[in-house]
């Protein structure tokens, strides 16, 4: 094609034999003769919003020609010259504007290109509100770093920017998963404070380039979901994901919470199902905590308190700041969060003179209604001790779950690992020397690590993982029969494997050399 100069280009781009592709749509239009007028019909029928014309460049010519005219003027009036020469420097300004506008250039298609995906991603990854590109102070600051820059308006990036990005890496993604050879699906259901329920699949899989070979995780649905949460209603919808995606034929497991109708709708569609680990460690410690229940409400009644009370919190800090103590603000706990009930304890542990001492003020104090102190107990010594030795006790489990929801790294091949570590934490207290009910947590937690993870040594994907990982191989195992089970188990699954005829030509060949 020719040089193109038309800014409606910039919204195409260039397939094979004089065919271009709508950034926006997709489809496909014909340029053979160069022409831009079909490109123009298609964006004003299609694409309304998108602007297509530079009203700089329009302003700059009109300014040009107002100028040559002005000097034509000049140079035909006898006496018009020096009248202009002495208004002159009333125009100043506006000839500044002028030239300065006659002399900034378009920018090239792929430049405005480019700079409309990056703002596209800064609202999608930095989750920005669409409304950005209407506040002025932002239209400012872009008009100082590029003033060639036309920010698109907000029913323009809504109606056609994102829409297209979505479509581009939704192709992407669906290339990426159609050369995988195997994929981790993680599934999880929930319902948000409004009450509007949704569903979403993520896959896990490795994917290889000429470039390089990476972990990749895509989200590849998330939406909304009215029907109700049934084993069967959640079989149908995964099976229509992967039928929609490409993969039905290369899930190699499926993770879910441990919810009964989860695990239902990925046994009755025939998939492998592995109960979240993370999660499953979140009910052994909710399990092991109910033994020390009494302490924990009289812990998280005084959080609310503080927290609550603008006039307590003031004095807290206050209390915080003369006694030289790193002013923290408490944590509540929420049984759904991971790791709350122990940053709650750890953090009510740390700031324990100053919770006394202004608990001991407030309460003293006649500026605190008395249905705000009304049922808030200071902790005794024996449960502040309670509570010191259940923070040693649970450490290890936000340490573990932490490290297993990293998004980059291979975490299956480290459970056992983890099983084994908790197991030998648990048992190195020496039970008598704790108070009663810390005991009793630490005999319930050992119980419910023995019951949730007995069956994990005979786990097939869980064993082959920990086997092929260089870093532990044998030594996440505990039981010496279950790991050369394991291996006995590999090494007749490898045995099975059928290599092409090109790849075992391939290899002879390279022998004989």
Not at 210 to 218: H, K, N, P, V, Y
Not at 325 to 343: A, F, G
């Amino acid at each position: 094609m020719s040089k193109k100069k038309s800014t409606v280009w910039l919204h195409f781009s260039e397939e094979k034999e004089k065919k271009v592709k709508c950034l926006f749509c997709g489809q496909v239009l014909s340029v053979s003769n160069g022409s831009t007028c079909g490109l123009i019909r298609h964006l004003n029928k299609r694409h309304p919003t998108q602007i297509i014309t530079r009203q700089g460049l329009q302003e700059c010519e009109i300014s040009v020609s107002n100028v040559s005219d002005e000097n034509n003027y000049s140079a035909s009036q006898p006496g018009a010259r020096e009248s202009v020469h002495d208004a002159r420097p009333s125009n100043t300004s506006s000839r500044a504007g002028t030239i300065s506008q006659y002399f900034e250039r378009p920018l090239p298609m792929t430049k405005q290109r480019n700079i409309d995906n990056q703002l596209v991603k800064m609202v999608v990854k930095e989750y920005q509100p669409l409304c950005i590109v209407e506040d002025p102070e932002f239209k400012r600051f872009i008009n100082m770093l590029n003033p060639n820059y036309k920010l698109p308006t907000r029913k323009t990036l809504s109606t056609s920017l994102i829409p297209a990005a979505y479509k581009e890496t939704l192709e992407a993604v669906k290339n990426r998963l159609s050369k995988a050879f195997a994929i981790c699906l993680t599934v999880d259901g929930w319902t948000s404070r409004a009450h509007d329920s949704f569903f979403s699949v993520t896959a896990h899989y490795i994917s290889e380039s000429s470039e390089r070979t990476f972990l990749a995780s895509d989200l590849i649905t998330c939406v909304s979901y009215a029907d109700r949460h049934t084993g069967e209603n959640i079989k149908n919808k995964l099976r229509e994901i992967c039928d929609e995606c490409g993969i039905a034929n290369k899930i190699a497991v499926i993770v879910t919470d441990n919810a009964a109708n989860m695990k239902a709708a990925v046994r009755d569609g025939g998939w492998r199902h592995w109960g979240c680990f993370a999660h499953t460690l979140n009910l052994i410690a909710q399990a092991g905590l109910t033994e020390i229940q009494a302490v924990l409400d009289k812990v998280k009644s005084i959080v609310r308190f503080f927290k609550k009370s603008s006039y307590a919190y003031a004095k807290l800090k206050n209390t915080s700041e003369s006694m030289q103590i790193p002013m923290l603000k408490l944590i509540n706990d929420v049984v759904t969060r991971w790791n709350s009930t122990y940053e709650m304890l750890e953090r009510f542990l740390k700031l324990k003179d100053a919770v006394i001492a202004t608990l001991a003020l407030v309460k003293s104090s006649m500026q605190v209604r008395d249905e705000f102190v009304k049922g808030i107990a200071p902790l005794n010594n024996e449960e502040w001790l309670i509570v010191a030795e259940v923070v040693k006790v649970m450490e290890i489990f936000k340490c573990i779950t932490t490290l297993v929801s990293q998004e980059k790294h291979v975490s299956a091949s480290s459970i056992m690992l983890y099983v084994k570590q908790l197991k030998k934490h648990l048992q190195s207290f020496a039970i008598k020397e704790l108070a009663c009910s810390v005991q009793k947590m630490v005999q319930k937690l050992v119980h419910e690590l023995n019951d949730r993870f007995k069956d994990i040594e005979t786990n097939e994907l869980i064993t082959q993982a920990t086997i092929l990982d260089p870093r532990l191989k044998k030594f996440g195992f505990i039981n010496e029969l279950s790991y050369k089970s394991a291996v006995d188990k590999l090494y007749s699954k490898v045995a099975n494997i059928t290599i092409a005829n090109q790849e075992i030509e391939i290899v002879e060949a390279n022998e004989s050399q």
